[in-house]
């Protein structure tokens, strides 16, 4: 029987050209600049799930260091010519970087993951950022996790994901806000933002 995971890379492998062409272009600018607002120029950034490329196109025209992943191969071809780097096809949980990012980009990405697949992931992602990196990632916002459409989705409202991460990692959730999907034709559906940072190695931490 298929995963969920094996079903939302088939959704993607036939879909790839439609669904980069309907995220391509949107305007995400007030995002990325927020994100990269915390970061120091040419920081190393991991876009974790990067899609059409779009966002490593715009973190890389912006002068950081990228970094791009994937897990469907149709999806990675794209991006790779959309941002001009090269992509690694990967699953989320094939992450195995130590320290190696100071930002991780999780836009609209891991919220394909089921919560017990999620939990690993993030404890991956904390490993890959160094001491005091942040995250940012987004999901749907309310409380449904399962099929839809041909792709599994976990849902998170803003008490349910502060319960969810504390409970499975040390990254410390510094702000959250929602928005509308940026898609012209998605009309009301609302969208769960998060940005998370690692903690900082103090020497007190170091001593215990």
């Known amino acids: ?47 974790f799930g990067c899609g059409s490329g779009r966002d490593a196109r715009w973190f890389k025209e912006h002068g950081f260091v990228v970094t791009a992943t994937d897990g469907s191969p149709e999806l990675a071809a794209i991006a790779e010519q959309v941002a001009g780097i090269p992509v690694r096809v990967e699953l989320f949980g094939d992450l195995a970087d130590v320290e190696a990012f100071d930002g991780v980009w999780a836009c609209s990405s891991i919220l394909h993951l089921p919560k017990q697949e999620l939990a690993d992931v993030l404890r991956r992602i904390e490993r890959a950022l160094i001491p005091g990196g942040i995250l940012y990632t987004s999901f749907k916002h309310g409380d449904f996790e399962g099929m839809r459409n041909g792709r599994h989705f976990t849902n998170f409202t803003e ?43 103090t020497a007190h931490t170091k001593a215990h």
């Open 159 to 201: 008490p349910s994901f502060r319960r969810f991460v504390s409970d499975v990692c040390e990254l410390e959730v510094e702000e959250f806000w929602t928005s509308a999907d940026v898609r012209p034709d998605r009309g009301d559906e609302r969208w769960l933002n998060a940005i998370l940072r690692k903690k900082q190695v």
């Open 1 to 47: 029987m298929p995963t969920s995971s094996t079903t939302t890379l088939a959704y993607y492998a036939t879909n790839a050209e439609a669904f980069a062409a309907s995220t391509l272009n949107v305007d995400f600018s007030a995002t990325q600049e927020r994100f990269a607002r915390l970061l120091p120029q040419g920081s190393r950034v991991l876009d």
